[in-house]
């Protein structure tokens, strides 16, 4: 049973262009978190979403950066018209429909420089 | 506002001694408290959890213990292996299922 998957690892962009994060959560999982980690940080709570609902986006910028999760295909993070303070590590979890939500269990993370 | 906070930014302990990492909150409608180990360049790891009904949580080498008026958690991790060297977080939750993070704790197992 394949963990959460994230990709790209790493990403470079340039002041200015797009960044799209993605993330496939575990099989059976139907609840897909997005989370930051500034340098020397905690990961600080984005977005909570669930098959093509957005349940929580109370953590997440309010311009430039938004998150979806169709029905079918992974969930996307995107920030458009990124800055250097974007630089961080994104990091995208999940939690299965039945059982615990609180558990969730984390992808290896997208690793955002921006130039 | 920081309200889950790990004061220890780091901590150093000799292989088969006890390591202790505290984790203080303020939010009284936290129910659900987590540890997280994170290793670098890698995701968080779950390791353990305790509901707010409980007062301790064991498993393995891996005990919680939460202390709901002093809102204070600690992780003690018996004996300690130089493989637990990491970041550990202690995370919590409210209803509504996203996770408050601490800063972590820099972890490290000497032979």
């Known amino acids: 049973n394949a963990g959460v998957m994230q990709n790209p690892r790493h990403l470079v962009r340039r002041r200015g262009q797009e960044a799209r994060l993605r993330c496939s959560p575990m099989?059976?999982?139907?609840?897909v978190y997005w989370y930051r980690q500034l340098p020397e940080e905690g990961l600080k709570f984005m977005v909570y979403?669930?098959?093509?609902?957005?349940?929580?986006e109370s953590g997440m910028p309010k311009e430039r950066f938004s998150a979806e999760f169709p029905k079918e295909g992974p969930s996307i993070l995107r920030i458009q018209q990124v800055v250097r303070g974007d630089s961080a590590a994104y990091f995208c979890?999940?939690?299965?429909?039945?059982?615990?939500?609180?558990?969730?269990?984390f992808g290896p993370g997208t690793r955002l420089t921006v130039t | 506002d920081q309200q889950v906070k790990q004061n220890s930014p780091s901590l150093s302990v000799q292989e088969g001694r006890i390591s202790i990492l505290n984790c203080d909150y303020t939010n009284s409608m936290f129910d659900y408290f987590l540890w997280y180990k994170k290793y670098p360049a890698e995701g968080p790891t779950f390791l353990i959890s305790?509901?707010?009904?409980?007062d301790k949580n064991e498993d393995g080498r891996f005990t919680v213990f939460l202390n709901k008026s002093a809102k204070h958690l600690s992780l003690h991790i018996v004996p300690s292996q130089p493989g637990d060297s990491a970041v550990y977080f202690c995370?919590?939750?409210?209803?509504?299922?996203?996770?408050?993070f601490g800063g972590g704790t820099r972890v490290l197992v000497k032979p």
């Open positions: 099989k059976g999982h139907s609840h």
């Open positions: 979890a999940s939690s299965p429909l039945d059982g615990d939500p609180y558990e969730q269990y």
């Open positions: 995370a919590a939750s409210a209803p509504g299922n996203k996770l408050t």
């Open positions: 979403l669930q098959k093509e609902n957005i349940i929580d």
């Open positions: 305790i509901s707010s009904i409980k």
